[in-house]
C-alpha cells in the first residue's frame, strides 16, 4: 500500500496534478490527497486550483463540478462508475416535467445533483451552507428544493420556509438503524449522538448535532464527552479519529436488508489507490462536459459561492 501511494505522490508531481479527495474515501487515498474535505470545502479547493490537472477521489457529480468551476483545467476520477443514488433520484426528464407545472418558482439544487440540474437551478447549496443559502432567497419567492427531500425538510423546519420538495433521498443516509442505534445508546449511555440532515427525521430527533461532515468535525473537537455516535458514511471516522484520537467513534449500523448493513457508500469505495495510480498514467477517465451547459451551470454554483 505505501509503494502505491508513494507512485501516486510521484505521478501527482511529474503531471502537476492536485489530488482532492472527499472524508468518505478509503482512509488510504484521504492519507495521500492535497486535501480532504467535503463538497464545499472541496468545491473552492477545486475553483482555485493552479495545477493543470485535478485528480478528483470521489464521486462523479463532485469531480464534475470541479470541472464546471475550473473548465480549462483536465479533471480526472478514478472510476467513472463513482455515481450517487442521490443524484440518480432525480433523472431530468421527470424533473423538467415537474419544474413546468412551477415557472414561478425558484430551483435551490443540493450539489449532489447532474451538471444537467444545476443548470436549471438558481442557486446550488451543500449541507454546509444550506440554512444560508435559503435564508437569502428573499420571502415573497417559492421555492422547489431538489433533490434530498429529508434535507428538504430539515431544512424547512430550520428555516420556516414553505418549500416544494422532491422525492428523492441518499440510500447510504436513509437506511441507519434506529433499532441497532438504541442497542448502542443502551452500551453508551453517555454517547452523543451525531447525524447528517440527509438522514431520516426519526433519526434527527434523537441527535445531539445535526450537521453536514465538515459541521460534524468541529463538533466532536470542541464537545467534551468522550463516545459519539456517528450518522453519516463511516469514511469520515478516519478523519475524525486523527483530530480526536483519545476519544470512542461509532459509525451508527444500517439496517439489515441494505446490502452490506454498514455504513459506507459503495459508489465512494469504488475508488482504490490502483484505480488512482492508473487514471493518473492514462489521464483517463476525464470529466468531459459540454462547454455551454457547463456554464450554464457555473452561475447556480457561483451564486452559492457568493453567499458562504
Ligand atoms: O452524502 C454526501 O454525499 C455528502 C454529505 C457530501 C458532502 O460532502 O456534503
Ligand atoms: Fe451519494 Fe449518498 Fe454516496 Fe453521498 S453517501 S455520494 S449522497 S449515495
Redesign the pocket.
Known sequence: MRILQEQIRKKLKEKNAVLLA?Y?QRPEIQEIADLVGDSLELARKASQATQEVIVFA??H??AETSKILNPNKKVLIPDLDA?????DSCPMDEFLKFKNLYPEHLIVSYI?SSAEIKALSDYICTSANAVNVIKSIPENRQIIFLP?KNLGNYLIRETGRNMLLWEGA????ETFSIEKLMQLVQHYPNAKILAHP?CKRELLLLADFVGSTSGMLKWIQQDDHHTFLIG??AGILHQMQLKVPQKTLIPIPAHEDNSCACSE????KVNTLSKLLICLETESPEIVLDPELSAKALIPIQRMLSIY
Open positions: 472527499h468518505y470521489g464521486v457529480f463532485m455515481g450517487c443514488s442521490l443524484a449532489n434530498d441518499c440510500s447510504v443516509h440527509e453519516t458514511e457508500c459503495a459508489y465512494m
